[in-house]
């Protein structure tokens, strides 16, 4: 195992950054943290529990265009961003749930036609992780699969010990390299035990049992309870590392054009809108419940896959203060298997 210093960590991003990669970093704005493109190291913000937008975006964007045409003359010019190399990048103090939620979110684009985009751009990705060394109310990891301290997904994974250090977790060959160029800011280290410098979060509930519980609650009471809040405003879904919901719009005129790719939601009430006007999702609890089955249910089933990494972003930006955490322990405890 090997050790840093804090201030060789700053020199470490900071030499990231020189060789042109696009270092993404927490900083503060304001009285939230958000990832965002660093060049200098001074924004960057290492007292957090977790920020309030997730890092996503680094590999799939809010929004973003497939293909594009313009006519030039008699010749039409046709831009596939696919076809170019994307730019090399690192994500720096994303928690250890994050940088799973990437890992499943890479595998859930992976299925069927790869995502050549997607694919792509975490190839060109590498994750240096930090350890949570605290928690809050909404945090509920330990129920999903994965702890304060997980190691997947992550290239390096750091945890905060004594002396202002940083004990450093090399998992991957993109860690290895980083870690083999930059050896001099490096020390080696006798293992520890990082146990005794991680959050404590408690198990609230099962995720097996969860999955287990919902085959049995498709027109269980419980959903219309759980939605009355719910103004379907979509905040979940675009704090959440997971939501792979989107959209596909036509952008132009008839001389030049591109077919975008934006985020979307299924809690939107327009998701599932058909032409005709029927919605087979008319109401709230349907589409609360629809949100809910596929994070718990259909996507492990397809996919093997949990769509939640309990980071409790969802939870924190919900402004009628609906709780992810609390309504699946109300599952666990409440619907019958039989």
């Known amino acids: 195992m090997k050790s840093i210093t804090h201030d060789n960590l700053l020199k470490l991003l900071a030499g990231l950054a020189d060789e042109g990669k696009i270092v993404y970093a927490p900083v503060r704005k304001g009285q939230k943290v958000f990832f965002a493109p660093v060049q200098n190291m001074q924004p960057v913000v290492f007292d957090y529990i977790q920020t309030t937008e997730s890092p996503k975006l680094v590999l799939f964007p809010r929004y973003e265009p497939l293909i594009s045409f313009e006519y030039q003359g008699k010749e039409v010019k046709v831009d596939d961003p696919s076809a170019a190399a994307p730019a090399e990048r690192v994500l720096f103090g994303s928690r250890p749930c994050d940088a799973m939620a990437l890992k499943r979110?890479?595998?859930?684009?992976?299925?069927?036609?790869?995502?050549?985009?997607?694919?792509?751009?975490?190839?060109?990705?590498t994750v240096i992780s930090m350890s949570c060394i605290k928690a809050d109310a909404d945090c509920f990891c330990t129920s999903t699969g994965s702890s304060p301290?997980?190691?997947?997904?992550?290239?390096?994974?750091?945890?905060?010990?004594?002396?202002?250090?940083?004990?450093?977790?090399?998992?991957?060959?993109?860690?290895?390299?980083?870690?083999?160029?930059?050896?001099?800011?490096?020390?080696?280290?006798?293992?520890?035990?990082?146990?005794?410098?991680?959050?404590?979060?408690?198990?609230?509930f099962s995720h097996e049992e969860v999955r287990k519980k919902l085959s049995h609650a498709f027109d269980h009471d419980i959903w219309n309870g759980a939605s009355l809040r719910c103004i379907g405003c979509g905040a979940c879904a675009f704090v959440c590392p997971m939501c792979s919901c989107f959209?596909?719009?036509?952008?132009?005129?008839?001389?030049?054009?591109?077919?975008?790719?934006?985020?979307?939601?299924?809690?939107?009430?327009?998701?599932?809108?058909?032409?005709?006007?029927?919605?087979?999702?008319?109401?709230?609890?349907?589409?609360?419940r629809q949100r809910?089955?596929?994070?718990?249910?259909?996507?492990?089933?397809?996919?093997?896959?949990?769509?939640?990494?309990?980071?409790?972003?969802?939870?924190?930006?919900?402004?009628?203060?609906?709780?992810?955490?609390?309504?699946?322990?109300?599952?666990?405890?409440?619907?019958?298997?039989?």
Request: aromatic share 6%; net charge negative.
């Open 149 to 204: 301290g997980d190691i997947c997904g992550s290239d390096i994974l750091l945890t905060p010990v004594e002396n202002n250090g940083y004990a450093a977790e090399i998992l991957t060959g993109k860690g290895a390299s980083i870690a083999d160029r930059c050896s001099s800011l490096f020390s080696e280290i006798p293992e520890i035990r990082k146990e005794q410098y991680l959050a404590k979060v408690e198990k609230a």
């Open 247 to 288: 959209d596909i719009q036509e952008e132009g005129t008839a001389k030049k054009g591109s077919r975008v790719r934006c985020w979307d939601s299924c809690g939107f009430s327009l998701f599932t809108l058909h032409t005709s006007g029927h919605n087979p999702r008319h109401n709230q609890s349907e589409r609360w």
């Open 292 to 338: 809910v089955m596929h994070k718990f249910s259909y996507q492990p089933e397809a996919a093997e896959l949990t769509g939640c990494v309990g980071c409790g972003r969802c939870s924190r930006a919900c402004p009628s203060d609906m709780n992810l955490k609390e309504q699946l322990q109300d599952i666990a405890a409440n619907v019958e298997t039989v």
């Open 105 to 125: 979110l890479a595998e859930f684009f992976d299925r069927d036609i790869p995502d050549a985009l997607i694919a792509g751009r975490q190839k060109a990705l």
